[in-house]
């Protein structure tokens, strides 16, 4: 899946993110890269179970953008999912 830095520095496509503690902020990780901090775990897993529900198409947000027909990534190319800040996230 294609998602977008918090920061909008990285764009990235992974198949494997997860959450990390670092001091008192969680971290939404793909490998070494952070994309989101955020300043609960609830919120964290809020925006894991929105990126889930992006993949799976059960729900789209705000965050969420479909792409049809990219010339570059392929027909494919379901869209760009950009993180959100941390007091976007609602719990």
């Not at 059960?58 to 990219?70: A, G, K, L, P, Q």
Request: charged share 20%; proline share 1%; glycine share 10%.
């Amino acid at each position: 899946m294609w998602i977008r830095s918090q920061n909008k520095g990285s764009l990235i496509n992974t198949n494997e993110i997860g959450i990390l503690k670092l001091g008192n902020m969680y971290c939404i990780l793909s490998g070494k890269l952070i994309l989101g901090m955020y300043s609960s775990k609830e919120k964290a897993l809020g925006v894991l179970d929105e990126i889930q529900g992006c993949i799976t198409g059960s729900i789209f947000t705000n965050n969420y953008e479909i792409v049809r027909d990219c010339k570059i990534a392929g027909t494919e190319f379901h869209g760009v999912y950009t993180m959100p800040k941390d007091d976007e996230v609602e719990v």
